[in-house]
């Protein structure tokens, strides 16, 4: 097959009926995308060590599946070209012999970027946090107006018939998660960019918030000319970034895109913005207004002030791409999340048991304020930081965020890609919290938290569990306990 330029291909070089194999096909982009380019005509294969509930449905699409990754995978596929996820190295098994056979190789994020430079109008969500909860959004207001987009998410949302991905009518319009792990949103062409916020993440990517900023200035340098930059108002690292960016736009003669910002009441110049909030049992409601003119009221089902500003920021890029005002406010009636975020999972001894991906000191405070403002007795807190250098650089702000909690038990660092723990462990957050008045209790074995956990909580209260998929499926097994 002919080599590929992997920074300015797009789906439509690729032949017809070509076969592609995706190594790291479990994971949830990875997942998605081969679903995606089955769609488009492709003859799809792919692998995974870990073999799970993806693969198995991929399976049971007629995509073939190997639950191990093997030179030999290569060898019987005989794939014309191979995409692999960030977390596959160039010592694997399948990338050595494709690289022996002369196959090309894409990242997962070339990949995503041919995607969306084969639309005419892609909205990119970015964000530190957020980006899930805002595609789904995006979503669903869009699809209320009429609008069949091509969909690309980080999770399955139930209002999506828990589906991940669509395909939409044509070329005409994709919504995807951008993400800025190993700047992978720089592949990503936009009309309209959205951030959601940004704050200092994946700190062996970024070892200074600095980086970050200047990360997503590339990002929103990758948008249209013609296009929109969706923002909140009031980020000062959001703020830094964009005028980093416009900086660049300037010295390349470039026309910067329109700029439009979204905001609560105390922002009342955002385009887009939040008055009369009012919290019932948690959950917000409020008055949307557009460019000073009341729209419409918004009732959302699930918690938390900083779902005010993911809905803003949705009902921003659907309206601008075509969504009327009616469809934007109703479109949110019975959204309950995308899997994992905010997700109450069931009861375990007369107590809500809620997930959630909240593993970075920010999205653990906020997702903490969000059940506080529900209706509880206790809070029990289960927390799984994500990556050990992440807790090197943070941990201050872990031990602060954490300390004001009743109750924490901590299940150890979950990395599935690094080689050293830096000397730290989840330990030294919960006896740091111990050695300042908190409580705080350890477990080499996240099994061993469950006992504990049925020792600790009466009916009326939350079992709040937080972190990767690792810890959260602990509030599949209790819940199966009854």
């Known amino acids: 097959m002919p080599m590929i330029d992997p920074k300015s291909f797009t789906i439509d070089n690729i032949e017809k009926g070509s ?6 096909i479990g994971g949830i982009s990875m997942f998605g995308l081969a679903q995606l380019a089955g769609d488009y005509g492709f003859v799809v294969g792919g692998s995974d060590n870990h073999p799970n509930e993806r693969t198995e449905e991929l399976a049971s699409r007629g995509i073939e599946i190997f639950n191990c990754q093997d030179a030999r995978n290569i060898d019987q596929f005989s794939p014309d070209y191979v995409i692999r996820t960030a977390a596959v190295k160039d010592n694997n098994a399948e990338v050595i012999r494709c ?13 995503l970027g041919a995607m969306t430079r084969s639309h005419k109008s892609v909205i990119n969500i970015s964000g530190t946090h957020g980006k899930t909860t805002t595609t789904s959004m995006t979503t669903l207001m869009l699809m209320e107006a009429g609008i069949r987009p091509t969909v690309h998410i980080g999770a399955p949302v139930p ?17 995807s998660e951008a993400c800025e792990f190993n700047r992978s949103f720089y592949e990503f062409t936009s009309t309209t960019a959205a951030i959601t916020n940004i704050d200092h993440d994946h700190i062996d990517i970024y070892p200074k918030l600095q980086d970050v900023i200047e990360a997503f200035s590339v990002f929103i340098g990758k948008t249209k000319d013609s296009g929109n930059i969706v923002v909140t108002k009031g980020d000062k690292n959001i703020v830094k970034s964009v005028e980093l960016a416009r900086e660049e736009f300037a010295k390349e003669g470039r026309t910067f895109p329109r700029v439009v910002t979204c905001g609560r009441a105390e922002n009342e110049d955002a385009d887009f913005a939040a008055k009369n909030i009012v919290f ?12 000073g003119e009341k729209a419409g009221h918004i009732s959302l089902c699930i918690p938390g002030s900083h779902n005010i500003d993911n809905c803003l920021i949705a009902a921003a890029c659907a ?16 959204f309950t999340g995308a899997d994992g975020r905010y997700t109450i999972k069931g ?27 529900m209706p509880h007795g206790d809070i029990l807190v289960v927390f799984q930081p994500l990556t050990y250098y992440r807790v090197k650089v943070l941990f201050e702000d872990y031990v602060n965020t954490l300390l004001p909690c009743k109750k924490v038990l901590f299940g150890e660092v979950y990395s599935d890609r690094e080689d050293t723990d830096y000397g730290v462990s989840s330990k030294d957050i919960s006896d740091e919290i111990n050695r300042r008045g908190g409580d705080a209790e350890f477990y080499s074995n996240k099994m061993d938290i469950i006992p504990r956990i049925d020792a600790l909580v009466k009916p009326g209260d939350i079992i709040l569990i937080l972190g990767p998929e690792d810890i959260r499926e602990l509030g599949d097994i209790i819940c199966s306990k009854g």
């Open 99 to 111: 690289r022996e056979k002369g196959i090309q190789i894409f990242d997962r994020s070339e990949f």
């Open 347 to 373: 009861q375990y001894k007369g107590c809500d048991v809620v997930v959630d991906y909240a593993h970075h000191p920010a999205a653990a405070r906020a997702t903490i304020e969000a059940a506080s403002n």
């Open 280 to 291: 019932t049992e948690g959950h917000p409601s409020f008055d949307l207004y557009i460019y």
């Open 19 to 24: 076969r592609l194999f995706f190594i790291g």
């Open 319 to 334: 309206y601008l791409n075509g969504a009327d005002a009616d469809s934007v406010c109703r479109a949110l009636d019975g």
């Open 159 to 175: 209002s999506l018939d828990n589906k991940t991905v669509i395909l939409g009518e044509g070329r005409d319009l994709l919504v």
